[in-house]
């Protein structure tokens, strides 16, 4: 049986974190879907793993790796600004943070210092903000 099953997924896709994640907010909804009684969870659950399985049997291998990278990149994106977020809250009692009117670059700037003149480091623009 393992045989048969090797030879039947031989040049399909499997499984990837995406479909991982995927398969797991289904579950979730499928289980909102039982405390709620709403059927649009359900209806959603289904489509979720109908897709999941949909890229697991594909024989499209280059369109799956792409999905997926698209999915990674999304995923590490979220996770480097989630660390700027938590770094800048960090600063928060001796810096404050402003964006460049001009390229919308964050300057970081020491805190009570009154009004000062600041020269955004990536298009050297000057303008006046309070401290």
């Known amino acids: 049986m393992k045989q048969k099953l090797q030879h039947f997924m031989a040049g399909r896709y499997g499984a990837d974190q995406l479909s991982r994640v995927l398969m797991f907010v289904s579950l979730g ?19 979720l793993l109908g897709y999941v399985y949909f890229r697991m049997f594909s024989r499209n291998v280059q369109k799956r790796y792409q999905e997926n990278q698209k ?10 600004k989630k660390d700027a ?9 001796t810096y404050r943070f402003f964006k460049c009117p001009n390229c919308k670059q964050k300057v970081r700037v020491p805190k009570g ?3 000062i003149c600041i020269t955004c480091p990536k298009c050297r623009i000057e303008f006046v ?3």
């Open 85 to 93: 977020q938590k770094k800048q809250w960090a600063q928060r009692d």
């Open 113 to 115: 210092k009154g009004k």
């Open 29 to 47: 909804l499928l289980l909102l879907s039982l405390f709620t009684r709403w059927h649009l969870f359900y209806l959603v659950a289904l489509v």
């Open 71 to 80: 999915f990674l990149n999304l995923r590490y994106r979220l996770a480097v």
């Open 129 to 131: 903000r309070k401290s």
